[in-house]
């Protein structure tokens, strides 16, 4: 069973306006919570990352929200940028140890020059 | 800068063969991972490593098994290739045990295809 799902494949943007990509879980012991890039042929790269102590974390133009009474994670990309079309997994982490981190399916972002 | 270096990136076998993917990262990290990356279901863990010779399984570790001989280099196998195992392989590491404030360094991936 799924326990981090994004539920939209894709998204299309146009350049300069807002990218928001979401993210729910079902497991109330996550507490670590990270979004992934990938570009095609290459492999994902670390973007972003929010401890359950916060609501939020920004670095540059990505912003990270997490909303825990609902489960929900979304990150935000402002202004978009061409070179931000890839896909994005949400990845969520009970505690520490290397088998407790679990990726989402991923979501296609398409920015629209 | 980490480099995780996959040594194929596209590989074709027929059902049955023994299958070896190699992966080597440069950065002294202590853990290591293989994950395989499917349409409609994310990335999937198979097997990890915390240190040279120790293994421990994933989600998804029927039908693999896994080498580390050298803290560099962490291998996967299939020991009798099957179609359902056709898909991409990624492999990673990362400095501490766990994803706290040590994300995964990921290499190319090798798309395998089994026929």
């Known amino acids: 069973d799924q326990q981090v799902k994004q539920n939209s494949p894709s998204l299309s943007v146009q350049e300069g306006r807002i990218s928001i990509l979401n993210c729910d879980y079902t497991n109330s012991m996550f507490d670590y919570f990270l979004w992934y890039k990938k570009y095609p042929a290459e492999g994902p790269t670390f973007l972003i990352s929010i401890s359950s102590i916060k609501d939020k974390n920004e670095d540059g133009r990505f912003t990270v929200f997490l909303n825990k009474s609902a489960k929900h994670l979304s990150l935000h990309i402002v202004p978009s940028q061409p070179g931000d079309s890839a896909v994005y997994f949400c990845?969520?982490?009970?505690?520490?140890?290397?088998?407790?981190?679990?990726f989402g399916t991923g979501t296609r972002l398409t920015v629209i020059p | 800068d980490v480099k995780v270096t996959q040594s194929s990136r596209y590989l074709v076998k027929r059902t049955g063969e023994k299958v070896f993917l190699e992966c080597v990262q440069d950065?002294?990290?202590?853990?290591m991972f293989w994950y395989r990356q499917d349409p409609g279901l994310g990335l999937r863990l198979i097997y990890f490593?915390?240190?040279?010779?120790?293994?421990e399984k994933g989600d998804i570790p029927e039908g693999y098994s896994v080498s580390r001989e050298k803290k560099e280099r962490f291998s996967l196998i299939l020991e009798s290739a099957s179609t359902n195992q056709t898909s991409m392989y990624l492999c990673?590491?990362?400095?501490?045990?766990?994803?706290?404030?040590?994300?995964?360094?990921f290499g190319n991936g090798t798309r395998l295809t089994v026929t």
């Open positions: 950065m002294d990290h202590e853990n």
């Open positions: 990673a590491s990362s400095l501490l045990v766990g994803s706290y404030n040590s994300p995964l360094h």
């Open positions: 490593s915390y240190d040279v010779k120790m293994k």
């Open positions: 990845a969520a982490s009970a505690g520490t140890g290397a088998n407790n981190l679990f």
